[in-house]
């Protein structure tokens, strides 16, 4: 855990410069999890959980990384730019290789970052530490490009360079939040708007199960796999189909039989999921808790059952949730197999629920949980100019 002063200290003991400031967000969903590589609807915010960035150009073609949090650090030459076995590293290199890419001339940097925002919690670290770097680099060099090409070039550096085919949400959710909102993205034509994130009586809380299984990594690309195999065996029949974005349930339904079992309930789930989304966001427009509180419900049996993305710690304190007096819904937030739930719950019964919760949640697994309240914030920002 550092603090905006903590991270400008140890960039001024290690360099000479006088560096850029930038604060990065982590994010949160409402609702809409693994819609977005199928060019659906999300519905995210950028929270007040931040890495800070302190970064500076040094004139050499060496650039020197420390990750504060873990005490790591990273040199490499930015001609010669490769992937490493430090994964954090890589996000970072990915950013500088994707603007080299663009023709941007770019010199070596020194950079220290670190933060408040867990990591593996799925509140997109990874996002916050591609966007956080990205916006520094953007600022220092002056290239021209807008944070909704910024969020792009993120995603097309997951891909390339680390290798994780991620869809658009964390990059858009963490570089274009707005204080108080949340993002309703069309993941498709990267048209979005905001919409209020006020919830009345109620809070979003998160709990972190602590566990993140290997799964997290290995089992995302096969769903974005049988995402497309769905997609390729429907067009068949339907050759404008181009995602699930264009099939409808009925669709489904009637080619059934030409799909196997797996991949009839992924695409059945990504259907639904959009759908639920769209009643989500009326929800929120009228201030409909309860119903909103049911429709997380549903997303997490999706994701449990039809997805397969949950995990015996997610569904535990899912099913927690569920029966307990004043919380509304609940479920698994991000990729799945480990991480946060999100809760919607009843101000009033918070403090209890959450005492509850980590309580019945040690006694079964032996594992002491964490919870965060977080606040939609504006997205992540120059903090100060060189
Ligand atoms: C990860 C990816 C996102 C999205 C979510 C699931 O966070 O990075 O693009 O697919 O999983 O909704």
Redesign the pocket.
């Known amino acids: 855990m550092h603090s905006l002063s903590d991270i400008v200290g140890l960039y001024e003991n290690r360099f000479d410069t006088h560096p850029l400031l930038v604060r990065s967000c982590g994010r949160i969903?409402i609702i809409?999890?693994?819609?977005?590589?199928n060019d659906g609807f999300?519905l995210p915010a950028a929270v007040d959980k931040y890495i800070y960035f302190a970064i500076g150009e040094n004139g050499t073609t060496e650039s020197h990384l420390f990750a504060a949090d873990i005490k790591q650090s990273h040199s490499f030459d930015i001609n010669k730019i490769e992937p490493c076995e430090k994964l954090w590293a890589n996000y970072l290199m990915g950013i500088m290789q994707q603007l080299q890419e663009r023709g941007v001339p770019l010199e070596g940097v020194d950079c220290v970052f670190g933060g408040n925002l867990p990591i593996g919690s799925?509140l997109?670290s990874?996002?916050a530490l591609e966007c956080g770097f990205a916006l520094g680099l953007k600022t220092l060099f002056q290239v021209e490009a807008s944070l909704v090409e910024l969020a792009q070039l993120a995603q097309r550096s997951?891909h390339q360079f680390v290798g994780?085919p991620?869809?658009?949400?964390?990059q858009f959710a963490s570089l274009l939040g707005r204080a108080g909102q949340a993002i309703k993205l069309d993941c498709r034509s990267l048209q979005y708007e905001y919409i209020p994130l006020e919830l009345g009586e109620c809070e979003l809380v998160l709990i972190n199960t602590k566990v993140h299984h290997e799964l997290a990594s290995s089992e995302?690309p096969v769903r974005v796999k049988e995402c497309r195999e769905g997609v390729e065996a429907i067009r068949q029949y339907h050759p404008e189909v181009k995602s699930l974005r264009d099939i409808s349930l009925a669709m489904l339904e009637e080619h059934r039989a030409a799909l196997p079992e797996v991949i009839y309930r992924r695409c059945a789930y990504v259907i639904r999921e959009n759908g639920r989304l769209e009643e989500a966001a009326i929800c929120l427009a009228e201030g409909r808790m309860e119903r909103l509180g049911e429709l997380l419900l549903l997303t997490h049996e999706g994701l449990r059952d039809d997805y397969e993305v949950s995990s015996p710690e997610l569904d535990f304190l899912v099913a927690f949730a569920k029966g307990f007096d004043g919380v509304l819904g609940a479920r698994l937030m991000?990729?799945?197999f480990g991480g946060c739930t999100i809760n919607l719950v009843r101000k009033e019964a918070k403090e209890k629920f959450l005492r509850e919760a980590s309580k019945a949640y040690f006694r079964q697994f032996g594992i002491h949980s964490e919870y965060y309240f977080v606040r939609p914030v504006d997205g992540t920002t120059v903090v100060r100019e060189e």
Do not use: Q, W
Request: charged share 15%; aromatic share 8%.
């Open positions: 969903n809409g999890e693994h819609t977005d590589y999300v799925g997109s990874s996002a997951s994780i991620c869809g658009i949400m964390d995302y991000g990729g799945g």
